[in-house]
């Protein structure tokens, strides 16, 4: 089981793009690049974090067998993804920025995300042509997400997984 450090790497690699986009606009609109350079170079950690984290997941955490319910693809988040962070996030202006409430929000959703009790779909896998599946495991478990590289379509062709975090199951391919 990985410890709160990898929970949280895989948790904020979730926002790069969000970050990459925000150094682009910014460094487009403000024609500055403090800012951009600080969005790149945490995106960048975050990325090559979450290459070894993910990557120790796969080689090291220990098959569990399973025994699926119900489950549905999860891959329309990305749309939802695109549409609802990205487009909107893309065009914004930053006239009046002010640093300390930023850093005040910033530290708000870091302090609050790790402990949310759910997962979220990761976009860098959604790149590594990964597909999300939400399941419910017959011990009571329900609104798990599963990573695979495979493409499900049938309940019965999930037998083993790798348990990441509470809510995060990761396929053990065959």
């Known amino acids: 089981m990985p410890n709160f450090l990898q929970r949280c790497i895989y948790t904020f690699s979730a926002a790069t793009p969000l970050c990459i986009i925000f150094a682009i606009v910014w460094g487009i609109q403000k024609k500055t690049l403090v800012v951009p350079i600080i969005c790149v170079v945490v995106s960048a950690i975050l990325v090559i974090s979450f290459t070894a984290s993910f ?55 870091i302090v609050v995300a790790p402990f949310v009790n759910s997962a979220i779909p990761n976009p860098l896998l959604f790149c590594k042509h990964y597909h999300f599946y939400c399941v419910d495991i017959e011990n009571g478990m329900s609104g798990c997400v599963l990573i695979s590289k495979r493409k499900l379509r049938n309940k019965r062709e999930i037998k083993y997984v790798n348990r990441i975090f509470e809510f995060l199951l990761l396929d053990k391919e065959q």
């Open 55 to 109: 990557s120790y997941f796969k080689k090291n955490l220990p098959p569990i067998a399973i025994r699926i319910n119900n489950f549905s693809a999860h891959d329309a988040w990305f749309v939802t993804y695109l549409i609802s962070y990205m487009l909107p996030f893309a065009s914004i202006v930053l006239k009046g920025f002010s640093l300390i409430l930023a850093a005040t929000i910033a530290f708000a959703i």
